[in-house]
């Protein structure tokens, strides 16, 4: 969704100087887009004491100059402001449709798999195993080079060799090493991908306790007078309640996300795809805090106001609260809580104690999972667990040209590419598991925030209030035929 505005005379600056009112916005002349929110504040760079206001004049074209440098500066000073970024995160916020799969997905079929590049351990382990396959190829030559003994190239070196004598002495200590590492990795992973599965569910948890508390509103809500065999909708007070506390609740599981740092949202790693033709988003453009700074200010409030998912007293409400913006998401359900337990005292929602019960259940998970999110995160994995396992890998993998080289000579040297693959994609596999969202550079094994935002979007806005809108009449002359 895009807001539009547009100017029919000269270029104009409105200017408000209330510290919770609009910013000042500066619009263009032949329809152009509204491109610009700033400050009250603003001095032209010839003239630093002059403040502008008012309609311009004979200086458009200075002042249009000026307009662009504004443009092109931003204030504040965030990613945000550059190339549109309201228009963005509020497309964002709003959106409905969901343009890439939850995760990267797979294809069963083998050669697929085999060529499947994005998004595997092929794409983050092949400087380890190339680095490793130059080491093998080095050893080879330096053997060959200060041996006394020559050997063909596929054969196993001499073992009398004192050179391959010494290497030999490597091997049994590496496969104690073996042994260990096998284990230990393959625990490793699979605590690793317990935890990526645990933050999942918790994702399509939320997710449930939200669709939950729709369905009960959209059921419990009055119902309006019957019309030709089908009850044509919501009473017009309960339409109120219903529409008002699904947008609110939608807005909550937005803004969650919105101030929960994540790579993997849609913006920061640019909603690429899973297709290995598909560019990278550049490194430069990368950013964790890509939504939450710019769309929870008073700057994207009042974007979401235009865009009417905000109304002008909830962003004002928002604003007095005093919380910080990470707690918005816990403030609208709050609202929605307040706004339910109104409506059942009132007889607009039906249902008494039971629906009232069932009601605040689902509120209260929805926020133990909401906390749950930071928890995962928290406590994910000691680090001295993590570090050891490190080492314990690349040692195994940096010494494996030296152990091996004397028992299999040059042949070592693609194996211990192979081995490098094995292990170094297993740890690095894991600790892409542990990072679910994308924080710390592991991109491929993600959970697409803007994914769970669109499905979250549609299922709150539209499918339990148009299930629900048009009832028909249940009839009552149907019996069993036995």
């Keep these: ?10 270029i104009t600056i409105v ?17 152009c887009k509204i491109s610009f929110q700033a400050d009250t504040q603003f001095t032209k760079a010839s003239s630093p004491q ?54 990267c997905e797979y294809e069963p079929d083998g050669i697929w798999l085999w060529t499947k590049w994005r998004g595997t351990a092929l794409s983050i382990t092949y400087v380890p195993v190339i680095l490793n396959i130059v080491l093998g190829i080095a050893i080879d030559r330096l053997v060959h080079h200060y041996s006394h003994e020559t050997w063909a190239f596929l054969a196993v070196p001499p073992a009398d060799d004192p050179l391959v004598l010494r290497l030999a002495g490597m091997k049994s200590l590496w496969e104690y090493q073996l042994t260990l590492s096998t284990f230990v990795l393959a625990f490793f992973m699979q605590e690793a991908f317990r935890h990526w599965k645990s933050v999942y569910f918790t994702t399509r948890s939320i997710q449930g306790r939200i669709n939950d508390t ?10 309006s007078e019957t019309t030709d065999g089908i009850m044509s909708g919501f009473d017009k007070e309960a339409e109120s309640l219903v529409l008002t506390c699904t947008r609110l609740i939608r807005l909550s599981h937005t803004f969650f996300w919105a101030s929960t740092p994540t790579y993997s949202n849609g913006v920061g790693d640019g909603g690429v795809s899973d297709e290995d033709q598909t560019m990278d988003f550049p490194h430069e453009d990368q950013n964790l805090d890509a939504i939450g ?51 059942i005292r ?27 999110i930071g ?12 570090q050891l396992v490190q080492i314990l890998v690349d040692s195994l993998v940096w010494l494996s040209p030296f152990s091996l080289y004397s028992g299999l000579g040059s042949l070592s040297i693609p194996l211990c590419g192979l081995l490098t693959l094995f292990f170094k994609g297993l740890l690095e596999l894991s600790k892409s598991f542990l990072d679910p969202f994308g924080n710390e550079g592991f991109p491929d094994q993600n959970i697409r925030v803007d994914v ?23 009839n009552t002359k149907e019996s069993k035929i036995e």
């Design 375 to 386: 928890d995962f995160e928290a406590g994910r994995m000691p680090v001295a667990y993590v």
């Design 293 to 343: 700074p710019l769309l929870l200010s008073t700057y994207g409030l009042r974007f979401l106001e235009r865009a009417d998912e905000l109304t002008h007293e909830e962003v004002e409400s928002l604003l007095a609260c005093g919380l910080p913006p990470s707690q918005y998401p816990y403030i609208l359900l709050e609202w929605v809580g307040l706004y339910a337990l109104q409506g």
């Design 346 to 372: 009132e007889g607009t929602l039906a249902g008494g104690p039971g629906v009232e019960d069932q009601m605040m259940k689902r509120l209260t998970e929805i926020r133990a999972e909401y906390f749950s």
């Design 452 to 474: 769970l935002v669109s499905e979250l979007n549609f299922g709150a806005a539209s499918r339990w209030f148009q299930a629900a809108n048009h009832l028909p009449v249940r």
């Design 1 to 10: 969704m895009k807001l539009t505005a547009f100017a029919h005379d000269s």
């Design 50 to 103: 002059t403040r502008l206001g008012g309609t311009v004049g004979d200086e458009t074209k200075e002042l249009s100059d000026f307009a662009k440098q504004l443009l092109s500066r931003g204030k504040p000073s965030s990613p945000g402001w550059k190339n549109r970024k309201l228009d963005e995160l509020t497309e964002w916020a709003t959106s409905d449709d969901a343009n890439r799969p939850i995760v």
């Design 15 to 31: 200017d408000q100087c209330s510290p919770v009112s609009d910013p000042p916005i500066i619009s263009r002349k032949n329809d």
């Design 214 to 223: 729709c369905m009960l509103l959209t059921i419990a809500a009055k119902r």
